[in-house]
């Protein structure tokens, strides 16, 4: 007898991501022992799956890259050069998981379900990729993006959802090059842009007018700025007022420049977790399902 795992992931993400989400937006932190727990929980329903599918062994070698992925992104391991030398167990470990993939791809390559599990290993990737160039800005965005990546290797099978609507060979297609981790991330990035639409609506309320900024954040009292879940976008440099609008951080010579200059008000960027649209990015996902699948299916 199977067991519906789609439901399984749902309560999971939900309890998971909820208990982050409000660990985020009450403190900007998320502990990583909650990312350690869920983790191998993600990994244990992904090694169920396999087993109702009835795959060949070949297809479990996944779990050694995604070992890796984990152990990278959740725990400190020693450098792999240290004192001008490589250390040839950290080398080890890291050309490891690159052997397996090519095993898996050499060996079972005409398995479109080996495809579906690289995507999991992409988007793993991807998360540090984001990460790194500060797209993802916050280490818990990235880290749930990577446990999610794993929870979330197939599209929920819930019949009766618009997500689950379509034609097979267009939704394998999406598995494996839209993941639904993807998805979540789309939706999230959906969901972000009306905050952009809150912020103008609250600004023309208030009469607070400034292009362009008036789009990504609002006025602050300056005395309160330093104790307050925001970020400086004005501040003054070389005696020129300047903005960005983007500060992702609070400078502490541009919060003195406002205050040296008895700045009453000042533009000010708030630190809005990302785990929150991602949160409902995620109840989205399984509510409305893919917005690129409805695309493409109106076209065609």
């Not at 022992?33 to 599918?53: C, E, F, G, N, T």
Request: net charge positive.
């Amino acid at each position: 007898m199977s067991i519906d795992l789609s439901i399984i992931r749902f309560v999971i993400c939900f309890i998971f991501l909820g208990v982050a989400v409000i660990s985020d937006v009450r403190t900007r932190k998320v502990p990583n022992k909650l990312w350690m727990v869920m983790a191998p929980i993600a990994a244990s329903i992904l090694a169920l799956d396999l087993y109702q599918r009835g795959v060949s062994w070949r297809h479990y070698l996944i779990f050694i890259p995604i070992a890796f992925l984990f152990v990278e992104a959740l725990i400190e391991r020693p450098p792999i050069v240290y004192k001008g030398k490589i250390n040839p167990l950290v080398f080890g470990w890291f050309i490891l998981p690159v052997l397996v993939i090519i095993y898996m791809i050499y060996s079972i390559r005409s398995s479109m379900l080996l495809w579906s599990l690289m995507s999991v290993i992409v988007m793993m990737c991807l998360a540090f990729v984001l990460y790194y160039f500060a797209i993802l800005y916050g280490g818990a965005d990235a880290k749930a993006v990577v446990v999610l990546a794993v929870l979330f290797p197939f599209y929920p099978e819930i019949r009766g959802l618009t997500h689950w609507a379509g034609d097979a060979v267009l939704l394998d297609f999406m598995e494996i090059f839209f993941p639904f981790t993807f998805v979540i991330l789309l939706n999230a990035a959906i969901l972000t842009l009306f905050l952009s639409l809150y912020y103008l609506t609250m600004n023309l309320k208030n009469a607070d007018i400034g292009f362009p900024q008036m789009f990504f954040g609002y006025k602050m009292k300056v005395d309160k700025i330093e104790d307050s879940f925001v970020w400086p976008m004005e501040y003054y440099e070389d005696e020129r007022k300047r903005m960005k609008l983007f500060p992702k951080g609070l400078n502490e010579r541009a919060l003195e420049s406002l205050k040296d200059r008895d700045i009453n008000r000042a533009w000010v960027s708030p630190k809005v977790p990302f785990l929150v649209p991602m949160f409902f990015g995620f109840l989205l996902g399984y509510i409305m399902g893919n917005p690129l699948l409805h695309l493409f299916e109106w076209i065609i």
